[in-house]
């Protein structure tokens, strides 16, 4: 089974998805880190050289990638569902998740420090990073809001993810 982990950035994509790889026994994909090995370049600058709609779609390509993988759960970039016909791609090759925690404590998470590899919220206060994180969120809720599962908390655990899992039936 594949598992989409989908959500803003600082949302927890990362974090929860290695550990719950390793509860399920899965391999762990984070798909930002296999788009900077390939152009051996950081997320900033492929997009300052090449652009937005490059970066969009090599995500595309590194998802179709993904279909072929077994047992693994996958971390994708904030944007991936809501671009090409991805959120529907997801869909039908694995289990979509939306991380969703409150826009205060994604602005929490992105402001100063936790936002220093993120260039377009690098230098920007809280209220700024607030700003910035409701729109992108107005903008990718109609995606993020298919996801099969839903958990809409600030202290999600892995273990959460893997109850309801289990509850549900959706894995054994």
């Known amino acids: 089974m594949l598992i989409y ?14 550990t719950l790889a390793q509860k ?9 880190d296999a788009i900077c090995a390939r152009e051996q370049k950081t997320i900033e600058e492929i997009f300052a050289d090449k652009g937005e709609n490059y970066f969009r ?3 595309h390509e590194i998802l179709h990638e993904t279909f072929d993988l077994k047992n693994t759960i996958i971390s994708t970039g904030g944007g991936v569902p ?26 929490n998470r992105l402001g100063g420090q936790g936002g220093a ?18 729109t992108k969120y107005k903008e990718r809720a109609p995606y993020y809001e298919q996801a099969k599962l839903i958990f809409s908390t600030n202290k ?12 549900d039936k959706l894995i054994s």
Do not use: W
């Not at 919220?121 to 809280?126: D, E, I």
């Not at 892995?158 to 109850?163: A, H, K, N, T, V």
């Open 156 to 167: 999600l655990k892995p273990q959460d993810i893997l109850d309801r899992l289990k509850k």
């Open 5 to 18: 982990l989908i959500g803003l950035p600082g949302s927890g994509k990362s974090t929860i998805g290695k």
């Open 117 to 134: 590899n993120r260039p377009m919220l690098k230098g920007k206060s809280h209220k700024q990073v607030l700003d910035f994180i409701e």
């Open 57 to 59: 779609e090599l995500e």
């Open 82 to 107: 809501c671009f090409f016909d991805n959120i529907n791609e997801m869909k039908r090759n694995g289990l979509t998740i939306f991380i969703n925690p409150t826009m205060d404590e994604l602005a």
């Open 24 to 32: 399920l026994k899965y391999e762990y994909f984070d798909m930002d």
